[in-house]
């Protein structure tokens, strides 16, 4: 019978040191959404206030990424669009930057009229979301 438990345990030690598998992938733990104004890429206050938040969050932990996509509403043409998204979400970046955070830490995508999602109205189009990763 100690022989039994012996060779269990012995078994067990075995399967433990097996080859150690890679982290997961870190999946994003947070997202800050803010709205813009028709064809601005002005943050405005309310904005400025959930950046500020992301910000601190972004400097006290460095370990943290975010991604930065922009969006625009269907109104303009793709390719303005696209030059909108991107100047929204550079704001962001640029917000970001100027408190602290390295821009190496940070990544922005120009995502045009794509909604990402259903939006059931344009106003929720014309928006950056930065997610914490």
Known sequence: MIRALAALFVLALAACAGPQ????????????????????AELSL??????????ERLTA???LRGRIEGYADP????????????RRAQAVRDFLTARGVASGRLSVVAMGA??????????????VVLRLE
């Open 21 to 40: 598998s890679a982290p997961p992938a870190r999946e994003p733990i947070a997202a800050v959404t803010v709205f813009f104004d028709t064809g601005s």
């Open 46 to 55: 309310v904005a400025s206030a959930a950046l500020e938040r992301a910000a």
């Open 61 to 63: 932990d460095p370990a």
């Open 75 to 86: 109104r303009g043409s793709a390719a303005d669009n696209i030059v909108l998204s991107n």
């Open 114 to 127: 794509e909604s990402g999602g259903a939006m059931p109205a344009e106003a929720l189009e014309r928006r």
